[in-house]
């Protein structure tokens, strides 16, 4: 029979508790944008002593009927460019981009429009197929030569042309870049050179701010230029896409002049408030209450107008201390990154978020929420601070991110117009001082969707 006794022991323990405002900080500072305007419309819903401060605000904030904040801006669509092909957002040209249309997909949009074609059957079998191989924004996810095998390569280019001209116009390419080429090809009002220009523009070897210098163009001509393109559409598949828009709205913006980056910080993202002066005043009087349509006519003794100052003010610091972090970050990410800024993609540096983390005494985990929420706009588009947070490999000289390995393998497939193999581009890259596997190459090749 086994015995059993009962002890008491005592132990000492050290536990971290976080107070609600430090929960509440943690929680504002790490916030997105439309969260943030979320969270200022609830203090002002809850807050009387908050209101929108009309003295800075910029951007024509107000709010309804219902209480919910509005802003008289239109929404902008941006994408970016990495490369030759595009990501989730696009550059500032692309202002004012027509919203996505419910109802008919891209594909039974096309497919009723061949029926009114002067097709072949052979060539409307192609048709078919060459649309059943399209994405979302309307661009091949195969090759064509992939997919027409049998098919002779003049029925090939005629089906193919006769596609691009279909409605939306620009579709049934490889990429957005030519899909504005075809685009721009349609209309009388193209200027001359807008091909080179275009291509200029995009290029990952140098930014938007020489295109001029190189291509000779007089600031007239570049407003032109650029004036024309906003009337291009960089998805036109996405006007018959199911899927909602997100508008993006960057945290900043990076401005190159010469050899110099500097960056302007946007400050008109979320509504500015501010202590409502009638409460302040209402301390200073010697009444203890105040009577105001803005809550109801309901009265307020003067220890409840100063918990609502107090609260309100604590937010105002919340506000301005998210917004010291979000100018410490960007600040730092673009120091360290300057050179991509300058040269282009292949210079962008491996930065890894706890290293940033260290030098400005944040959490890693701080680094990375706010980096997946926050956006600045450059020279090439609007980018998500994450895709300044690039790994790599090291060679003998420097570490290399993989977006500069990802752009070696762009160009060595564009210089060869043989689709060379895996181990071949491999063997190029060590010619270079990267030194990757080849299941490596096939993975980034796939990501390239090369």
């Known amino acids: 029979m086994v015995a059993m006794n009962q002890s ?3 132990y000492q323990s050290q536990k971290q508790q976080q ?30 002593a908050l209101e929108i401060d009309p003295t800075k605000n910029k951007s024509s904030f107000y ?22 092909l595009p990501t ?36 409307k079998r192609l048709a078919t ?59 009388e009002q193209c200027p001359e050179h807008f091909d080179a220009f275009l291509r200029s523009l995009f290029s990952t070897e140098s930014t938007q701010s020489n295109t001029p210098s190189r291509l000779s163009l007089s600031e007239t ?16 598949g996405k006007l018959f896409s199911s899927k909602k828009v997100h508008y993006i709205k960057p945290d900043a913006k990076i401005i190159i002049d010469k050899e110099t980056v500097s960056i302007e910080f946007t400050t008109h993202n979320a509504p500015p408030i501010r202590i409502n002066p009638k409460y302040q005043e209402m301390l200073e009087k010697k009444h203890t209450s105040i009577d105001d349509e803005e809550t109801q006519n309901t009265s307020l003794d003067r220890k409840s107008v100063r918990s609502y100052i107090r609260k309100g003010e604590q937010f105002l610091t919340i506000l301005a201390l998210r917004e010291k972090t979000n100018e410490r970050i960007i600040t730092r990410i673009i120091e360290h990154q300057t050179a991509y800024f300058l040269h282009g ?38 980018h998500s ?23 070696e393998i762009r160009l060595i497939l564009e210089k060869n117009e043989k689709r060379p193999s895996d181990e071949t581009i491999r063997i190029h890259l060590e010619q270079k001082d990267i030194f990757i596997a080849r299941r490596t190459v096939a993975k980034y090749r796939k990501e390239l969707n090369v």
């Open 385 to 407: 601070l994450r895709f300044f947070f690039s790994l790599g490999t090291n060679t003998p000289h420097k570490a290399i991110s993989r977006a500069a390995i990802k752009d």
């Open 221 to 236: 001509e570049k407003t032109q230029y650029m004036t024309f393109l906003r009337t291009l559409h960089p998805f036109p």
């Open 88 to 123: 989730e957002s696009m550059p500032d040209q692309f202002a004012n981009i027509p919203q996505e249309q419910d109802g008919e997909s891209l594909h039974d949009h096309l497919m009723f429009q061949i029926e009114l074609c002067q097709f072949t059957p052979k060539e």
């Open 345 to 382: 993609l292949r210079h962008l540096k491996v930065l890894k978020m706890y290293v940033l983390a260290d030098e400005l005494q944040l959490s890693t985990s701080t680094i990375s929420r706010i980096a997946n929420t926050r956006y600045v706009q450059t020279p090439t588009g609007i």
């Open 8 to 10: 008491f022991q005592s």
């Open 19 to 48: 107070g609600l405002h430090h929960v509440q900080t943690l929680r504002i500072v790490q916030m997105s944008t439309k969260e943030l305007i979320e969270s200022i419309q609830t203090e002002l819903n809850t807050n009387p």
């Open 129 to 187: 197929i060459v649309i059943e191989n399209l994405d979302e924004n309307g661009f091949h996810i195969l090759p064509p030569h992939h997919i027409a095998a049998g098919y002779s390569r003049d029925i090939v280019d005629r089906v193919l042309n006769a596609l691009q001209s279909l409605d939306p116009v620009g579709i049934a390419v490889t990429n957005t870049i030519e899909s504005l080429i075809v685009q721009a090809h349609q209309t």
């Open 63 to 84: 709010r309804d009927e219902h209480g919910n904040i509005v802003s008289h801006e239109e929404p902008q669509h941006k994408i970016s460019f990495q490369g030759s």
